[in-house]
Nanobody, 115 residues
Framework: QVQLVESGGGLVQPGGSLRLSCVAE????????MGWYRQAPGKERELAAT???????KYADSVKGRFTISRDNAKNTVYLQMNSLKPEDTGVYYC?????????WGKGILVTVSS
């Protein structure tokens, strides 16, 4: 069993930056594809970014060039560096770990982009 614990969210002004962290507890994540998903108020959860065990990354078009996902397997941690934040980036961000058919989710952390 793996528990994913997110941190680093909060309130930031438009144009600002935040770095989210997701620590995995209970098992090594080095074989997992890790990802960050987000859910804006009143909308469905959507993919923001993923990083495979190989280090290959994928991003939603809406965050390309602004967000960077990375992983440190030695620390069992995944990061999401978010720059040039926009009000539409507001939402709950969820960490995900996937090694099919296994799929783990964190509880989520709130990011609010507002002046």
């Amino acid at each position: 069993q793996v528990q994913l614990v997110e941190s680093g969210g909060g309130l930031v002004q438009p144009g600002g930056s935040l770095r989210l962290s997701c620590v995995a507890e209970g098992r090594s994540i080095d074989i997992y594809t890790m990802g960050w998903y987000r859910q804006a108020p009143g909308k469905e959860r959507e993919l923001a970014a993923t990083i495979a065990s190989s280090g290959s990354t994928k991003y939603a078009d809406s965050v390309k060039g602004r967000f960077t996902i990375s992983r440190d397997n030695a620390k069992n941690t995944v990061y999401l560096q978010m720059n040039s934040l926009k009000p539409e980036d507001t939402g709950v961000y969820y960490c995900n770990g996937r090694y099919l058919p296994i799929n783990y989710w964190g509880k989520g952390i709130l990011v609010t982009v507002s002046s």
